[in-house]
């Protein structure tokens, strides 16, 4: 009993201090989950913009803004309909919002870019 004292003593104000110090600079794990990497990964390339993204964009009215801002930097990568594995360049679809989807983009990430191919309203 003496031993679980001196040893909760030790502990609770060592996480305190653990967390407040971990806390002020920022540190986090969402970066390690692999919906966050994809578009970590993705943003960091140069987009190319597909003819038929291009048409479904001024179809919807849709500004280059708004996909990285939003539709990107906010949706969910669907890792069942995407193709990770796939060699040169792995392709995904990302939905936006995550909670009740209304855009889907799908797009390969290549070494250098990224390449949109396609933007589907769902609702």
Do not use: W
Request: aromatic share 12%.
């Amino acid at each position: 009993m003496k031993k679980i004292k001196f040893f909760l003593i030790g502990l609770v104000p060592g996480l305190i201090i653990v967390f407040f110090v971990l806390n002020k600079k920022g540190v986090s794990c969402s970066g390690y989950l692999p919906n966050s990497r994809v578009i970590a990964e993705t943003l960091s390339k140069d987009f190319i913009y597909s003819e038929n993204f291009k048409t479904e964009m001024s179809a919807l009215k849709v500004d280059e803004k708004f996909i990285k801002d939003s539709i990107i930097t906010e949706g969910k990568v669907d890792f069942d309909r995407s193709h990770a594995q796939k060699k040169p360049c792995p392709d995904y679809l990302i939905s936006y919002p995550k909670d009740h989807p209304r855009y889907e983009v799908t797009f390969e990430k290549c070494a250098e870019e990224t390449q949109l191919l396609t933007l589907k309203k769902i609702k």
